[in-house]
């Protein structure tokens, strides 16, 4: 059943006006504002850039120092009604090693005053895949076996918005490829996902918008494709690999679209340009002029990492 405060298709989960945070002379987070639909959204940027900050304002665990912030169309503080909606999973890895991996998402579940907290608890645990090892005490599991039943426990009830500070930690290229399939599962079942991290290939395959923050404030947000293609300032590099690399870079650095080319071997040479759609037409026509057979041509850096590689240093 929906909430009467549930946002609709047109309304945001997470709404943050011109929000700020100051410890004393330091300035974490600073005026910062975005909004947040259903679906997949990445919070990225390094250490130090305040994401962890804003996350703990997001979910009421902070006060701004100015601003505001909806969470479901309601303040995220002192309100318990709202925290039955939203599932929280923080970057600190505490569990309680004493309790197995059963216990610990029951007692979440037993705080959220589920109705029926066994299936809920083995919902949850299926859904990470540990049912196997629910029975064990959590001082044995992995790392990455701990932040999975955690993600368990941010779960369990069912919650309309999720948000998930750093969850890939520790977790290996199997365990993110099964993260990965829930989280889509999830969004598809209309939930709103905020997911902090690091593992900028892992957000750039998962995420619809990407929130991307340098230095406590907001450098850019939306798609990073998008994102990508508005940095004009920013030059591209595409590799090109042919059957003779000296040929082709001879007739490519008189195009108007190449600011230079670095031949890298016999075959492979990289181009630096502005205008990649423009570099990308003549390639084949410079081809089949000069008789080339062309193999390959690929943009080495419309990454994700490469977009906030280009603001950080901005």
Known sequence: MTNADTPTAHEPSIDVQNVSKWFGNVVAVNDISFQVLPGITGLVGSNGAGKTTLLRM???????????????????????????????????????????GREFVALAAEMHELSDVDAAVGLAIERVGLSDVAGRTLGTYSRGMRQRMRLAVALVN??????????????????RLEFEQLMLEQAAEGRTI????????????????ILLMVAGKLAASGDFHAIRAKLDEQPYNV????????????????LEAVDSVNVVDQDALVVLSRNVEALQRSIPQIAKEQSIRLLRVEPLDESLESVFGYLAEA
Request: charged residues 25%.
């Open 158 to 175: 069912e919650p309309e918005l999720l948000v998930l500070d750093e969850p890939l930690s520790g977790t290996d290229p199997r365990q």
């Open 58 to 100: 997001i979910t009421g665990l902070a006060k701004p120092s100015e601003g505001s912030i909806r969470i479901l169309g309601q303040p995220p503080r002192s309100s318990p009604d709202l925290y039955r909606r939203v599932g929280v999973m923080t970057e600190q890895e505490a569990v309680y090693d004493v309790l197995t």
């Open 194 to 209: 905020l997911i902090s991290s690091h593992v900028l290939d892992e957000v750039e395959t998962l995420a619809d918008n």
């Open 239 to 254: 590799r090109v690999v042919s059957s003779n690399a000296r040929a082709m870079a001879a007739a490519l650095i008189s």
